[in-house]
């Protein structure tokens, strides 16, 4: 049910709490990322506080993921339920430590192979397929396609098996780390070819420290939505008829605080 006393907006006014134009705020209209405005007996658009409420969301996840992945995820978090939603927000973070031990990982194999470059390989030390696809988390089809691509190059064992040295765990280390950072294969297979012809990797090194300050800068940037998507829940989940309640045995909220006050109605 609506709040008589909750305020309407015209789509400019909406636009300027977050800096944008008209034009912007029905473009996210049209592509789900607010939810469906009404429309007045004069035919413009009257937005009220969900709205508002979605386009701060949505400009705070823009700034952490990049416009296309908020665009794109903004439709679950005001459109399916609030537990998907919710889970949703949590792979994000997820994603973002998973991505940063790919990074770590490739960081330490490229140390490895440069102080092991003249040392016996030994067969023992050698990972199967799948061992390999658990440890980057990545599928075995993606090996066999980095593969097939030129960035790996496993031995074969008897029965064309394949067996990864110590070498091939780099290339497949840095192949990880470097796809999840958005390079494409052309870009990926230049400088692991780098890397193979010359021994050179200070351009990996400065890419993938990069790559980790950025992944720091998104980890803090979601923190910062971290304020707007917990209001937008708040207000999906008073719209379910639930709320936030703190577990059994959790401290009360301060006397006068939203919580409290909440609780009293």
Do not use: C, K
């Not at 200070?202 to 939505?225: F, P």
């Not at 045995?249 to 609780?263: I, M, V």
Request: no cysteine.
């Amino acid at each position: 049910m609506q709040n008589p006393q909750e305020q309407v907006m015209t789509t400019a006014a909406l636009g300027r709490l977050v800096d944008y134009s008209t034009q912007q705020v029905r473009d996210l209209e049209r592509l789900g990322v607010l939810p469906a405005a009404e429309r007045g007996a004069n035919g413009y658009r009257r937005y009220r506080t969900p709205h508002a409420l979605a386009l701060r969301a949505y400009r705070a996840l823009a700034a952490a993921l990049g416009p296309v992945p908020a665009r794109r995820l903004m439709p679950a978090l005001i459109g399916g339920s609030v537990e998907h939603a919710a889970e949703r927000i949590d792979a994000l973070h997820a994603d973002i430590a998973l991505d940063r031990s790919r990074v770590r990982a490739a960081l330490r194999g490229l140390e490895d192979a440069v102080a092991e470059a003249d040392d016996p390989f030994v067969e023992d030390d050698a990972m199967a397929i799948g061992e390999l696809a658990q440890a980057l988390g990545v599928r075995s089809s993606a090996l066999r396609h980095w593969e097939r691509e030129g960035l790996v190059r496993p031995l074969r064992r008897a029965g064309s098996v394949r067996s990864y040295d110590s070498l091939a765990i780099t290339e497949a280390r840095i192949a990880a780390a470097l796809r999840s950072g958005g390079y494409g294969i052309p870009a990926v297979s230049r400088i692991i070819e780098e890397v193979r012809a010359h021994g050179d990797t200070e351009d990996v090194q400065r890419i993938l420290a990069e790559r980790l300050a950025d992944l720091t800068r998104r980890s803090v940037a979601l923190l910062a939505a971290a304020g707007h998507l917990h209001a937008l829940l708040t207000e999906r989940l008073a719209e379910e008829g639930s709320s936030l309640t703190p577990p059994p045995g959790s401290a009360p909220g301060p006397r006068g605080s939203a919580d409290s006050r909440r609780g009293g109605r």
